[in-house]
């Protein structure tokens, strides 16, 4: 067995010790036997230590394995503490950076440490709370001592509010190096609840106390009490006997003291402190309240020895507390049964509303608490609402009444009458705004209707060209619309216009009428005055204007004291009358002098609404100088009556058009009278129609000899060039024999003997002079029967009988053209027909006019370019004109009109063939359809022919 | 052959020059039937009314050229004569004539001419256009 490591050890060292004291008393002169001894001893002691010291090293060894396990064990346990405890608890870095959180912190987050790590407080928190937060870092590593803080912070998983109070302590390593600050958060929420609680009591009693009213009393540990100060007693009127113990009681208010005792004894026994109200009896005889504060007594050593307790009257606190409950009582009576919608409106903006109000916005009770008076308000208005509640807060005003718009919930706009008044205390410390309002919508909507409509008015007014004034004469006030100034070009005035002025505005040919009608009605009886005068415009021209003025009210004495009137600007009206009058003066003079005889005629029907005769409502002077009727006796009689017919003359037709309103024109024989009408029959309103007649009898007898003498011209050339035609034949017939025979000649001579010279001489007739007499037969043969078929063509032409039908044009030109196909193409010409209206005539006569145009624009083509032929139309009333227009060689303006003549030929030596007929023909075809051919052209540019034929039949 | 050798040519002309070169033409073509020639209608007529009551061994057919321009009846006249008797409609009958006025030509057609030729006449087209008819003249070759 070892001796005790410690004591041997000790020994030892203190045996060393003795030894090395005598070694000092004794130096090194003289080493003895004992000293040999001693030195031995001294090694054995040495190596007897070293041993020992070797077997310590051993147990510390052990040991401080034993302290690892513990420190392992520590710090699971550390771990377990830390994922448990209710307290957030957090590393950050230097820089701010999470190295550690607990789960508690997790939650406060809402993420996992694993996420948390290596992030700031910017990643999880607003920038107000990160720069809090890492402020407080900061000052608690520059302190480099722990520091405390606290504040309210929201949960991010579930959003629950804590206050927390925080120790953020700097964190070393070994080498004292800072790495970062360690949080440990702990929800003091309670106990900050319970602080505040706390101070307010505690405030509460200290006011108490310092008024000195406090009745005191203790009592000992058995509950029982042993003191009342003077001041109680002086309120009981009791004495310390009679109170001590349980004789207070006595003084309570029976009704109370069950409380009372309950309340005392159950805080006695937790020795907690107390706090109730009671009534208690003065001396007076009355029971006034108490407020009792009992508080646990300590003696100096800690010792609970009982309680004492502070009381005050506070009868008068009670009493206005309880007037206070029911005029509060009294105050949501009326609140919430109230008619008038009413409010209370918090300065942290919750709203509480009545159930008037809430009928007038439609919103339930539990709707509205999420909502602020902003949320139900017009956007319009928000911004008016709070400068006004910020005037009243400020206060600038005390309370203030206006309309608003409410959002009603069903979306509508709820116009409101709002008094809103802000309550104060006595302190003037603002508490909240009460607010009244009363729904005004449908007022409000019959306000703006009556606007709306004085503002139409107004806005007519304004737009119409009629000013209204109005004037009392007897305070001699004037009211004008702005118009009565603006119609004339003159800026509005206001006040007393000078009326002398606007008098001199009068064209002077009128200011003396209007200042005569005037005074009529302001000096004597008239009651309105009207007239119309020429006014001068600012811009220094004469507008007319229509005034009417009239009294609205007379004195009793009959003078005018206020009139109303009118002011209309007519100048157009009277631009337009003058018009018309200028314009009725020429038509009549027009009628009076017009050679045609003009009548205007209106429809008589029978009862079955058939046209039976016609009226004669007006005739010129033409109509009674050629037909010898009368004026007189004309108008309002009767067509049959007039013209002493048994129908009235072309009634069928007239009636056509006075029905159908389409104008008519026709010419006709009227027998009656032997004479020869062209009537013109327009309609210038339903059932009424003029005619307007022309005695043609004479023209018409002169175009009847023309078409005679025509006629027989025609018949005349026709004879003559087919007679002419006959001898044509024999001397062309003839010739040719003669040519015939002088070969014959030539043929029996070369077989007949006969002197050479005779032979020469026979010879030289039959084969020189013979052929060249025969040739020039031939050619003037040919020429002349080239005229006569051109004569005979166009004889034949003007002979032929029409037959008269609608032609579609459309299908004559293009067969015109496809008989022309190979000439076009041959030219490489181009031919554009557009879609031609159809027109009235011979199709045979037609298809030659078309062909002879289209030939023609062929034949006279510039060689120098493509021929280009384009075929149109454009209708002209009851007439089509088409449009031949060619790129052509053109024609020369001194021969335009020549080219009608027959035989004329403008390129007479040209290689181009031709009989000169062809546009003889066009013509002629053109004239007997009652239509026209002219032509525009210009040399080397191309022509233009133009044919007007007849829509309708003529016949 | 020997109904084509008793073809008569019977020229209706008032024109001397004309009927002379009308015969002249036919005899310079090689026609060699008996031609009689009349000045007017009404000759033409006169001589056509009695010839169809002649005895059948003296029937001869006719082939008549009639110009239509003639004194006292012209043509047009003689040709609706002959087409609406019974007798002589088989007749053939060329309108020779100088007109070319296409009603005429229409209107003589429709009244029943053969063949319609205004003169001057082509000889030798003519006598194509009657072998084409099935009028077989009697050609000498010259």
């Known amino acids: ?955 | 052959m020997e109904n084509i050798k008793e073809l008569v040519i019977l020229i209706a002309e008032d024109d001397d020059g004309h009927a002379e070169l009308i015969r002249a033409g036919l005899v310079e073509s090689g026609v060699c039937n008996k031609i009689m020639r009349f000045s007017n209608g009404e000759d033409t007529w006169n001589f056509l009314s009695a010839s169809k009551n002649q005895k059948p061994k003296d029937f001869k057919y006719y082939l008549l050229l009639l110009d239509i321009h003639m004194p006292q009846m012209d043509g047009v006249e003689v040709l609706r004569l002959i087409k609406s008797d019974p007798k002589l409609k088989e007749m053939p009958v060329i309108i020779l004539t100088t007109t070319d006025d296409p009603r005429e030509i229409e209107e003589c057609y429709q009244i029943g001419c053969n063949i319609y030729i205004t003169k001057p006449v082509d000889f030798i087209k003519f006598s194509e256009t009657l072998n084409h008819l099935g009028l077989f003249l009697q050609i000498v070759k010259v």
């Not at chain 1, 909502?371 to 208005?381: A, G, L, N, P, R």
């Not at chain 1, 031709?914 to 023909?921: M, Q």
Request: net charge negative; with cysteine; charged share 25%.
């Open chain 1, 1 to 955: 067995m070892k001796p005790s490591n410690t004591s041997v050890a000790d020994q030892m060292r203190q045996e060393a010790e003795k030894l090395a004291s005598i070694k000092r008393f004794d130096t090194t002169k003289d080493l003895t036997k004992e000293d040999a001894l001693l030195q031995m001893r001294k090694l054995e002691l040495r190596v007897s230590e070293l041993e020992l010291e070797n077997q310590c090293l051993l147990q510390t060894i052990e040991q401080q394995k034993q302290k690892k396990t513990t420190l392992r064990k520590n710090e699971t346990f550390l771990q377990s503490i830390i994922k448990t405890i209710p307290d957030l608890i957090w590393l950050k870095d230097v820089a701010g950076s999470y190295m550690a959180c607990n789960s508690i912190f997790e939650r406060f987050f809402g993420a996992k440490e694993a996420d948390i790590i290596g992030k700031t407080d910017y990643d999880y928190l607003d920038k107000e709370l990160a720069d809090f937060f890492r402020n407080r870092d900061k000052i608690a590593m520059n302190a480099g001592i722990p520091t405390i803080n606290e504040e309210w912070i929201t949960f991010a998983d579930d959003g629950h509010k804590v206050f927390l109070e925080t120790i953020k302590t700097p964190m070393y390593d070994a080498d004292k190096k800072l790495i970062g600050v360690l949080g440990i958060g702990r929800d003091i929420t309670l106990r900050k609840e319970a602080e505040t609680k706390l101070h307010e009591q505690e405030v509460q009693y200290h006011n108490l106390a310092n008024s000195g009213l406090a009745l005191i009393w203790t009592s000992g540990t058995d509950k029982l009490c042993n003191y009342f100060n003077q001041t109680w007693l002086n309120f009981t009127g009791s004495t310390l006997e009679q109170e001590i113990g349980n004789g207070w009681t006595e003084s309570v208010y029976p009704e109370d003291l069950d409380q009372c005792i309950d309340t005392y004894i159950t805080a006695f026994e937790k020795q907690e402190a107390f706090q109730m109200e009671y009534r208690l009896r003065h001396h007076s005889g009355e029971y006034r309240w108490i407020l009792d504060m009992g508080t646990p007594n300590y003696n100096k050593d800690g010792e609970f020895i009982g309680y004492i307790g502070n009381c005050f009257d506070i009868d008068e606190r009670k009493l206005i507390e309880n007037a206070l409950k029911a005029s509060e009582e009294k105050f949501k009576n009326v609140f919430d049964n109230s008619i008038i919608g009413k409010s209370i409106t918090t300065l942290d903006n919750q709203l509480h509303v009545n159930a008037a109000f809430r009928k007038i916005i439609g919103y339930s009770e539990v709707e509205l608490k999420s909502k602020s008076w902003q949320d139900i308000t017009f956007q319009e208005d928000i911004q008016h609402n709070a400068e006004l509640l910020k005037k009243i807060l400020s206060g600038e005003i005390n309370s203030a009444r206006f309309e608003k718009r409410f959002i009603h919930k069903n979306g509508s706009l709820v116009w409101v009458d709002l008094s809103t008044t802000l309550l104060r205390d006595d302190n003037n410390t603002p508490l909240f705004y009460i607010t009244e309002i009363i729904d005004i919508t449908e007022r409000k909507n019959a306000q703006f209707a009556l606007q709306d409509s004085n503002e139409r008015l107004s806005l007519i007014l304004e737009n119409s060209p009629i000013a209204i004034w109005d004037w009392d004469l007897e305070t001699d006030k004037w009211f004008a619309t702005q118009k009565y100034y603006s119609m004339l070009g003159y800026e509005p005035e206001s006040g007393y216009p000078d009326r002398s002025v606007w008098l001199s505005r009068i064209h002077p040919d009128d200011r003396k009428q209007v200042q005569i009608k005037i005074e009529n009605v302001l000096e004597r009886t008239g009651e309105a005055y009207a007239y119309d005068a020429r006014m001068l415009h600012a811009d220094g021209t004469y507008r007319w204007h229509s005034v009417i003025g009239q009294v609205v009210e007379r004195n009793p004495d009959g003078k005018t004291k206020r009139m109303l009137g009118v002011r209309v600007d007519i100048n157009e009206r009277k631009y337009i009358e003058e018009k018309l009058r200028e314009s009725e003066g020429k038509l009549s003079a027009l009628f009076a002098s017009m050679t045609e005889m003009v009548a205007m005629h209106e429809l008589v029907f029978d009862q079955n609404g058939n046209a039976v005769n016609y009226l004669i409502t007006d005739c010129n002077a033409a109509f009674t100088n050629i037909t010898g009727i009368e004026r007189q006796n004309a108008i309002g009689k009767l067509g049959t009556e007039v013209y002493g017919t048994t129908d009235a003359p072309y009634l069928e037709q007239y009636a056509q058009v006075a029905i159908t309103g389409e104008s008519k024109e026709f010419d006709s024989f009227f027998a009656p009278m032997d004479k020869h009408f062209l009537i013109s029959v327009i309609a210038p309103e339903r059932n009424k129609f003029a005619t307007i007649s022309t005695d043609v009898t004479t023209l018409q007898q002169i175009q009847q000899q023309i078409l005679i003498k025509n006629k027989e011209l025609e018949d005349y050339l026709y004879i003559a060039s087919h007679d002419l035609r006959s001898p044509l034949v024999n001397i062309q017939g003839f010739s040719q024999r003669l040519q015939k025979q002088t070969d014959k000649i030539k043929y029996l001579l070369e077989n007949c003997e006969t002197d050479p010279v005779s032979k020469l001489n026979i010879d030289k007739v039959t084969t020189e002079e013979i052929p060249k007499t025969l040739d020039f037969i031939f050619s003037s043969v040919i020429k002349m029967e080239t005229l006569i078929n051109g004569l005979l063509q166009l004889s034949r032409t003007g002979r032929i009988k029409m037959h008269n039908n609608k032609v579609d044009m459309n299908k004559l030109i293009a067969k015109v053209v496809a008989t022309h196909n190979f000439q076009i193409s041959e030219s490489s010409g181009n031919v554009n027909v557009e879609n031609l209206p159809d027109c009235y005539g011979d199709d045979q006569q037609l298809n030659q006019l078309f062909s002879n145009l289209l030939s023609n624009a062929i034949k006279y083509r510039d060689k120098n370019k493509q021929l280009q032929i384009k075929i149109s139309a454009t209708n002209a009333f009851n007439k089509i004109i088409y449009i031949i227009a060619d790129n052509g060689i053109g024609i020369d303006s001194r021969y335009q009109e020549k080219i009608w003549n027959i035989f004329y030929r403008t390129h007479p030596q040209s290689q181009i063939p031709g009989d000169g007929v062809g546009l003889s023909v066009v013509k002629q075809i053109a004239e007997r359809h009652y239509g026209k051919v002219w032509v525009e052209s210009e040399e080397g540019q191309g022509s233009t022919f133009f044919v007007e034929l007849q829509k309708n039949n003529w016949e």
